[in-house]
Structure formats: C-alpha cells, structure tokens
C-alpha cells in the first residue's frame, strides 16, 4: 500500500482560490456516502433522504450524539454536506473523499456569506436546512489528512468558508442523485 502523504498548510492555502470560485446559487453532487458502521464507508449513486431515519442505510440514527443530553441522534446534524473542491484538495485522490465522514458532497459554496442557517437547499426531490450546529475537524479528520488540514478548515478563514462543511436536517424527503443540481430554495 502506498504511503500517504498530507499537505501542507501553505499548499492548502494556494488552493482556496479554487474553493472560492465554487458556484453560488446552483451547484451539483458529486458524491453520495452511506455511513453503514464505524470507519464504513459505501458511495452510492443515489440514496433517499427521510425525515426521520435520515439518509437510509446510514447509521446517523443509531450511533447517536454526544451533543444531545440523551445521547440520540441529533436532528440538526442529520446531513453532513463538505465542498467537494476543498475534499479534492484535502484527500488528493476521489478514492479518500468518503473518509471525512460526509454524506454528501457539492460543489457550491458553502459560506455563512452563501447560505446562512436557515438556508434551505434542494437536492433532487429533496430538501435540507442548513443548521447552525458548526462542523468542524476533529481527531480523525487530522489523522485521515493531517494536522494541516485541521488547522486549515478551522482557521478563521476556513470557518467563514465552511471548508469542513455544514450540517443540516432534512425539511421534504425524497431522492438524492450523483450529478443532480442543488439550488437554493
């Protein structure tokens, strides 16, 4: 297996221009990940968002949160959504995308600027709120793409960008396709 190598910070910070441009109003899925377990990753072509199991097959219901006082599911981060130029940026390779742990992935811009909490977005038949739960790099993330990365999406600039992505909750069920349009509501 090929060692894996991280970039560095200022590396990471040459590519935010890119991540600048990302569309505005109208962007596209690039990816869709089911999280069946632990550290399990499936990409899926299409997957159905519902209201009260979030996106089927994943298991956002069942492990729970650390950040609701009775450890359950948290509806506001039912959605994870990163920008798909900085997990191009970040991971190197389409093959290492899935293990930030995202459900979705899209090329827009994801800026409180952008689309502020409350935002609502759809995708397919569906449709998410953004919420105001921040998501932000943690401990697995800085060993998955280095302490640079995790210093990159937290800097202020990375928050004000989003760069580690949002949360959101699903507001209308229905189906989410690799390559559908996401526009806002």
């Not at 990940?33 to 994943?58: F, K, T």
């Not at 977005?121 to 998501?135: D, F, R, T």
């Not at 800097?155 to 989410?176: D, H, M, T, W, Y």
């Amino acid at each position: 297996m090929q060692a894996v190598t991280y970039m560095s910070l200022s590396e990471l910070e040459a590519g935010l221009e890119y991540i600048r441009q990302s569309p505005k109003d109208a962007g596209m899925v690039k990816m869709i990940v089911r999280r069946p377990g632990d550290d399990a990753r499936e990409n899926v072509e299409s997957a159905e968002l519902d209201l009260q199991e979030g996106l089927i097959g994943d298991n956002w219901k069942t492990r729970g949160s650390r950040r609701t006082p009775d450890g359950s599911a948290n509806f506001e981060a039912q959605i994870t959504v990163m920008n798909a130029r900085t997990i191009e940026l970040l991971a190197r390779s389409e093959e290492r995308w899935s293990l930030a742990g995202d459900q979705l992935y899209i090329d827009m811009d994801l800026s409180d600027g952008n689309i502020p909490p409350g935002t609502r977005l759809e995708i397919g038949s569906a449709v998410i709120e953004v919420s105001s739960v921040p998501h932000t790099g943690c401990k697995k993330f800085a060993e998955r793409y280095g302490t640079d990365a995790v210093k990159f999406v937290n800097s202020p600039e990375g928050k004000r960008l989003r760069l580690r992505g949002i949360n959101a909750r699903i507001v209308q069920a229905g189906r989410v396709r690799v390559g559908d349009t996401v526009k806002k509501v």
